[in-house]
């Protein structure tokens, strides 16, 4: 897994006990690689310069996190979660969404401070979730051992399970599947378009440029970000 950090460098460098600068045609390699090769060859790897590889691309600072140890305590840090300071640059700004460090901290703070407030604390999530649950896994007895497809189930539940926790309710699958629609579209643009590594993310402007020619759907991907924006707000 890549991750890149732009407050907490420091952190790494100091935690590591053997980190060490790849060269970009190595990273290259892994980046042309499927998935699930790069996983093995990032493992590879591992032995030679250890869990924690930091690597310079371009004006970029990428470390690849290479054990669950590692990553557990990273995710632990408050930096851990600290974004690219231009990640979200093309959006205005607009609170949780697209805060960075520790804007982004204090604002997660005050969200579930003032929800737990408002009476929607973790016993009422956990309500919720289990709510959600219990309606997948009847769901998966009605189908009574057919071989079935479920993955569109499967997205829409953990799609209501985080929605839940934006609005204090579970979204109507049928009332509002437009909603849901939105929330698995903005799950696919996270994925597909804010990758630490992704070579529009490297180079400054790349993605402006990308979303004015509409190339590669980041023109699309752009809207869905801003509609998200407006539905938490």
Known sequence: MSERFSN???????????????????????????????????TRYEGKYGNVIS?????????????????????????GLDKAPDLFAHLKPAGLLNA??????????????????????KDHWEDLIMDETTSFVEYL????????????????????????????????????????EL??????VALLFSGSSALANLIPGMRKLLRILKISGYDKAAKTVKDFGKFVR
């Not at 970029?60 to 930096?79: Q, S």
């Not at 703070?109 to 929800?115: D, R």
């Not at 929330?183 to 696919?188: E, K, T």
């Open 8 to 42: 907490s460098r420091n952190l790494f460098l100091q935690n590591a006990e053997r980190n060490t600068k790849l060269d970009i045609d190595i990273l290259y390699e892994i980046e042309t690689l499927s998935f699930q090769d790069q996983l093995i060859e990032v």
């Open 55 to 79: 690597v310079k691309m371009g004006t970029k600072y990428v470390v690849f996190l290479n054990e669950y140890n590692v990553l557990k305590e990273v995710w632990n840090h408050p930096y």
């Open 100 to 121: 960075n460090g520790e804007d982004w901290a204090e604002q997660r703070k005050y969200c579930l401070a003032a929800s737990k407030d408002l009476g929607l604390g």
């Open 141 to 180: 007895q009605k189908l009574n051992g057919k071989p079935t497809e479920i993955s569109h189930e499967l997205v829409c539940s953990v799609i209501t399970n985080i929605g839940s926790l934006l609005i204090g309710r579970r979204l109507d699958k049928e009332k509002e599947a437009d909603k849901l």
């Open 183 to 188: 929330l698995a579209d903005y799950s696919n």
